[in-house]
């Protein structure tokens, strides 16, 4: 097992390599110039000196593969930067970010399990019947709907119509009557994809012979379903909920610009439109981290989810 960890963990390092090196080249390549940008007064106008001297004191005079290693050679130190707009260092704004981020995904991973499990379950117990076609309609008509929608619809239902939740903010450091929303939102639209593996999965390990032999032998029927399909079941639900929770963890867009929070996706699109590069390319690389990080996790749990599987080299 530690053989496996530590390999997985070698193997890691080149595609976070190349995740540097394509957030650094792209952002370069987009139009327009942070520099102006940032250095432009209220009447519209720019003082090319104000500019030169931003370039300098901000390395950006230097060529683009000299910027870059003078980069990377901070990121593995630790160091990823400081922020164009602000001048504070981005892991500062990065940490503030991803602690709403975190919130959120994981009030929304909760969401979507509490509703994905049991339906999947249901759905493949009941396989045919009439409670089995409305959960799967129900899932259909989830994953069918935009983010955006959703929580357009969410938000005048319980925050205009009810006045039961404020519809946007983070109030006093993500209250749950403002986390709710949002995390309603993601969680399920996450729900009705993993309620349809969770279906497949347990009805292909129901029809496995080990199930049917324990009930010839008389074994309860919820400790077949609960103890012996269930396990199984779980480990390509256990794969996508961890690609769920990795994405959670990069931060939703949409749903964090709709309902004002402040997390880590917010901060991508606000830096881009700022072309504080130094921030995106600081997002994008601990974006990069976290997914591959959960990814790892992913991959140790199937060892204690069906003991049959070896990781060591045969």
């Known amino acids: 097992m530690l053989g496996y960890i ?34 432009t007064g209220p009447d519209g106008n ?34 990823f930067g400081y922020s164009y707009r602000t001048e504070k260092p981005v892991f500062d704004h990065i940490k503030t970010s991803f602690g709403a981020t975190f919130k959120l995904a994981v009030v929304s991973l909760i969401i979507s399990l509490i509703i994905s499990i049991p339906l999947g379950i249901i759905s493949a117990i009941k396989h045919n019947s009439g409670l089995d076609i409305s959960c799967m309609v129900g899932a259909s008509l989830g994953v069918s709907m935009p983010n955006f929608w959703l929580g357009l619809l969410l938000m005048l239902l319980f925050g205009i119509y009810l006045d039961w939740l404020p519809v946007a903010g983070y109030g006093t450091g993500g209250d749950l009557e403002h986390i709710i929303l949002p995390a309603l939102t993601l969680g399920t639209g996450s729900a009705a994809v993993t309620a349809r593996l969770m279906r497949s999965s347990m009805l292909e390990v129901l029809g496995q012979d080990y199930i049917l032999t324990a009930r010839a032998k008389g074994v309860p029927e919820w400790m077949v379903i609960g103890k012996h399909a269930l396990k199984n079941a779980l480990i390509p639900f256990v794969t996508m909920v961890g690609l769920n929770f990795g994405y959670l963890l990069n931060g939703s867009v949409v749903v ?32 990069a981290l976290l997914f591959v990080t959960v990814n790892l996790v992913v991959d140790i749990s199937y060892r204690y989810l069906d003991p049959r599987i070896r990781y060591e080299k045969a």
Not at 10 to 34: E, K, M, T
Not at 261 to 275: A, C
């Open 46 to 79: 720019v003082n090319p000196k104000s500019v030169e001297e931003f370039r300098t004191k901000m390395g950006l005079d230097k060529p683009l593969h000299i910027q870059y290693l003078i980069w990377l050679n901070n990121v593995v130190h630790g160091n």
């Open 256 to 287: 964090e610009t709709i309902f004002g929070w402040p997390g880590i996706g917010r901060l991508i699109v606000d830096s881009i439109n700022m072309r504080d590069y130094m921030m995106v390319q600081g997002c994008m690389v601990f974006v």
């Open 6 to 39: 530590l390999k997985r963990i070698f193997q890691l390092i080149p595609a976070l390599l190349l995740v540097s090196v394509a957030s650094f080249s792209i952002i370069y390549f987009a139009p327009g110039d942070p520099a102006e940008t940032l250095m």
